[in-house]
């Protein structure tokens, strides 16, 4: 069947060397925004990839126009979704395609839901609060606690390939910190805890990120940030953060984790749609489950970091002195603003700095000033 424009002729987005784009195209799995162009035909909308330098979009590429609406979230914006990808989101640049596509699109977004307990629809907001509580009620008794068993019975590096991944995406926005003494001291103090833990070293990665943090992922990954090491002023504080994140590597608390929420995902999918699953994972799901277990996680993770520090003879006044600070600041404060946020669900930084302050370690500052001065250059 010969493809239209809404103008009824060979649409000018096409030439020899492939379309140029008249839309942009979110294909709801990947995140990126692909410039595609659109062919208005009867059977339905046609879309083109526009970048040949790009990955295809991954989504269907002809939207049947019994399939095709515009979300009510959208408002007044011409975005357009799609039944078979209720993720996906299209935006045409002119108006005239907007129009065509709007007076032939006749999907349902009431369709958009999966079937619950036989129901065609989306549920009621009433009955998807219920569901959810029932859901979310199920999750804490049963997943939370099943979620650790399992991550203790997979291998040491599972998810080692997802993490690396994860890794890499976030380098290719924030560049990788390679200055290499100063990789080198942080290896060294790795080496020093891991052999400490009786562990393999995690593999440790240095991020040119302004936000305060630092974080272990599933298959032994520790992630660093340059605004953490910035904040430092001595290096026994980046020694207590490691041997924390290390702690949490011993005890498999991020592939706890990380089963935890794929379950949560999983579940909330089939009661209401991959769509609304990631809006009430993020919101309410992931809010209950931080407070009820990863508190303990936390707190767990302080204690063997201590019995690491213990280990290695190096000082506990790097822990105490990182939560004194992050005490004495408010939310609202430029350098640790963010890293307060994150630890809304963490104990209180009251408590964890008393619970460093008691410790009698040791006296090593674990990374020396010449070490420190390395690793705080290594960004550049």
């Given at each position: 069947m ?8 060979t ?20 995140g ?5 162009a ?11 990839p526009?970048?040949?330098t ?100 997979l ?52 991020i ?31 020694a ?37 699953a ?35 003879g ?18 609202d ?10 630890m ?18 040791g ?8 070490g ?8 550049g």
């Amino acid at each position: 069947m010969t493809s239209i424009s809404p103008e009824g002729r060979t649409p000018e987005d096409a030439s020899p060397a492939g379309p140029r784009g008249n839309a942009h195209l979110l294909d709801g799995v990947t995140g990126a925004d692909h410039r595609v162009a659109i062919l208005v035909e009867e059977r339905g909308l046609r879309i083109l990839p526009a970048d040949p330098t790009t990955a295809e979009p991954r989504c269907p590429l002809l939207w049947p126009w019994s399939k095709v609406y515009r979300p009510a979230s959208a408002g007044e914006s011409m975005v357009f979704a799609m039944l078979d990808a209720q993720d996906a989101r299209l935006t045409p640049d002119g108006a005239d395609h907007a129009r065509a596509i709007r007076e032939r699109a006749s999907g349902d977004e009431r369709r958009s839901g999966r079937q619950v307990f036989g129901l065609t629809r989306r549920p009621s907001a009433a009955v998807a609060i219920g569901l959810t509580g029932l859901a979310l009620a199920v999750i804490l008794v049963a997943l939370a606690p099943l979620s650790g068993l399992a991550a203790r019975l997979l291998p040491a590096d599972t998810g080692a390939a997802t993490s690396d991944a994860a890794i890499e995406s976030l380098a290719a926005v924030h560049r990788r910190c390679d200055g290499q003494e100063g990789l080198q001291a942080l290896e060294a103090l790795n080496l020093k805890l891991a052999e400490a833990a009786e562990i393999n070293p995690p593999q440790l990665s240095v991020i040119d990120w302004k936000l305060v943090n630092a974080f272990a992922l599933p298959g032994g990954r520790i992630v660093l940030t340059k605004g953490l090491i910035r904040e430092a002023e001595d290096g026994s504080e980046i020694a207590a953060v490691m041997a924390h994140e290390i702690a949490h590597v011993i005890h498999r608390d991020p592939m706890t984790g990380w089963i935890r929420q794929e379950g949560v995902s999983l579940f909330l999918a089939v009661l209401f749609g991959q769509e609304a699953a990631g809006s009430i994972a993020s919101t309410l799901t992931g809010s209950l489950l931080n407070a009820t277990y990863t508190r303990d996680q936390e707190d767990r993770a302080d204690r063997t970091a201590l019995d690491l520090l213990a280990a290695t003879g190096i000082s506990a006044d790097g822990g105490r002195a990182f939560f004194e600070r992050l005490r004495r600041h408010d939310r609202d404060d430029d350098a640790l603003g963010a890293l307060l946020g994150m630890m809304d669900t963490h104990p209180g930084a009251a408590d964890r700095a008393d619970l460093f302050a008691d410790a009698r370690t040791g006296t090593d500052p674990g990374l020396d000033a010449a070490g420190l001065r390395a690793v705080k250059e290594m960004c550049g």
